[in-house]
């Protein structure tokens, strides 16, 4: 069911299309040979093109053109062997030049499409409309100071991609599934490495509400949102702020809005610009970018397996449900985990460990897969003991957070702590044969009906045998001697 928002005159519907902002990974910025890196003291990674000193001219970054293309694939768009770079022009303190080189017009990526990834293992397309390569601007900084502003010119001239989606999106969920995929998208093509906190990602998110059917409604704009969480507060509280105003016979103003973290409200930025307020033309001092079809194609020999036919493969190779395959190929590495674990065992089995104890064990303990104290290879030798039924699933648990506590083998703790289970049908016959003969009453009650007394039986060989009896066998052994 769609989602929609009750407000006094019926349900509304709400509109969203999504502008992000993405940080190429690359050594140098788009037009001059400074560095990128993240956590540099304010403008020690300013060059004097970055700064605008007169008489500097820009020099396109070829790496992150490619990078630019390589995005453009993953997001099966189509890639424009022409494209123009343009002057934004607006000014601000932290626009050394007073104009950003973006691209307007002529753009390097046109249409494509995104996957999103639902509830209930549902997915949807969103359509994207364009993707262009833009210079950031520098970062004003005005909390060092009672009354004065810094600019760090550290960020100025990093280049970017914006993303810009369809106003296809329907809700908040959708907005963040939407978020979420772009950023797995880009982090496994490693055009981006999606760090919101760090600002090489971050979005505006335009809402407007209307009638379901009717036309679309006067947007707003909420700029640079740095977190997912934000955006879909962000989105909830200006869709209803909008129909307030409409049902209290108010117009909607096309204006560009902050999002406070702290209060989850939205406020007034100032009047939306139109395209004309920024008097675009193209830069006199660089020259249209033209692709070699060649080389565009060299590109695509790199595209490595994306999101989405990682799933496809995971469903019919390891039989997963979709919704399995989507959490587990969400994040590249832990794919990549997972695919190790997996390698010539239980498929659905060693999905259900990692999915399961293994991330578990990780959130709880606050490491990243790097740091993490049991290797693929490790919880991979675990689950074949369960499967070769050297030990019971449960336990395997206890073997497991030994495991994980003292960065040792299944195999070897199993040694150890003399875990293996018992699967000598003679040894469970035994203990099975002394329950029986030293009960009568409950084989009596077993007898007369009273089906459930199979589980006292279950838990007493269990104890009998120290909890090392394969649980199958237990089961079996005890239905056909109870039946005698």
């Given at each position: ?30 037009f001059s040979g400074a560095a990128t890196a993240f956590g540099a003291e304010p403008n020690h990674q300013v060059s004097l093109v970055d700064a605008a000193m007169p008489g500097m001219l ?118 963040g599934a939407y978020l979420r995929k772009l950023r797995s998208i880009l982090r496994y093509l490693g055009t981006c490495d999606g760090n919101m906190d760090e600002g090489s990602m971050r ?182 003991l369960i499967s070769d039924d050297t030990i019971s699933g449960r336990t395997a648990k206890e073997v497991f957070e030994a495991m994980w506590e003292s960065g040792k083998d299944a195999d ?73």
């Amino acid at each position: 069911m769609s989602y929609r928002i009750k407000g006094n005159t019926g349900e509304w519907e709400v509109v969203i299309g999504l502008e992000v902002h993405a940080q190429v990974i690359s050594n140098s910025k788009l037009f001059s040979g400074a560095a990128t890196a993240f956590g540099a003291e304010p403008n020690h990674q300013v060059s004097l093109v970055d700064a605008a000193m007169p008489g500097m001219l820009p020099v396109l970054n070829k790496e992150v053109v490619a990078q630019g293309v390589r995005t453009g694939l993953g997001l099966r768009a189509k890639i424009n062997m022409k494209s123009v770079f343009e002057r934004k022009n607006y000014f601000y303190a932290d626009l050394p030049q007073g104009y950003q080189i973006s691209q307007f017009l002529e753009p390097i990526v046109g249409e494509g499409i995104i996957t999103l990834d639902l509830d209930g293992g549902e997915t949807r397309d969103v359509g994207i409309e364009r993707m262009h390569l833009e210079q950031d601007a520098g970062k004003s900084i005005h909390d060092q100071h009672p009354t004065q502003s810094y600019i760090d010119l550290n960020r100025s001239g990093v280049a970017l991609m914006e993303i810009v989606s369809r106003p296809d999106l329907r809700s908040p969920e959708e907005a963040g599934a939407y978020l979420r995929k772009l950023r797995s998208i880009l982090r496994y093509l490693g055009t981006c490495d999606g760090n919101m906190d760090e600002g090489s990602m971050r979005a505006d998110v335009n809402v407007s509400v209307r009638k379901p059917g009717e036309e679309l409604g006067t947007r707003t704009e909420t700029k640079n949102v740095n977190s997912i969480r934000f955006v879909q507060q962000s989105i909830e509280f200006e869709a209803k702020r909008q129909i307030k105003l409409i049902e209290d016979g108010e117009k909607i103003v096309q204006e560009t809005r902050l999002f406070d973290p702290s209060t989850g409200t939205t406020r007034s930025m100032r009047s939306k610009e139109e395209a004309h307020d920024y008097r675009y033309f193209p830069d006199p001092d660089l020259l249209p970018l033209v692709l070699d079809p060649a080389w565009v194609e060299e590109i695509k020999k790199t595209i490595p397996e994306l999101p989405d036919e990682k799933k496809a493969r995971f469903i019919k190779d390891f039989g997963l449900s979709a919704y399995d395959a989507g959490i587990l190929v969400a994040d590249r590495d832990r794919a990549a985990f997972y695919e190790a674990v997996a390698e010539g065992r239980d498929a659905k089995l060693a999905a259900n460990w990692v999915m399961g104890d293994y991330f578990g064990a990780l959130n709880k303990s606050g490491l990243s897969l790097d740091a993490s104290p049991v290797t693929a290879q490790q919880l991979g030798g675990l689950i074949g003991l369960i499967s070769d039924d050297t030990i019971s699933g449960r336990t395997a648990k206890e073997v497991f957070e030994a495991m994980w506590e003292s960065g040792k083998d299944a195999d070897v703790i199993v040694e150890e702590k003399g875990l293996k289970q018992i699967s000598d049908t003679s040894a469970i016959e035994a203990a099975i044969d002394e329950i029986i003969a030293n009960n009568p009453g409950q084989v009596e009650g077993y007898k007369g009906g009273n089906e459930r007394l199979i589980g006292w039986f279950v838990g007493q060989t269990m104890k009998a045998t120290g909890g090392k009896a394969n649980p199958g066998m237990v089961n079996a052994l005890l239905k056909k001697k109870l039946a005698e």
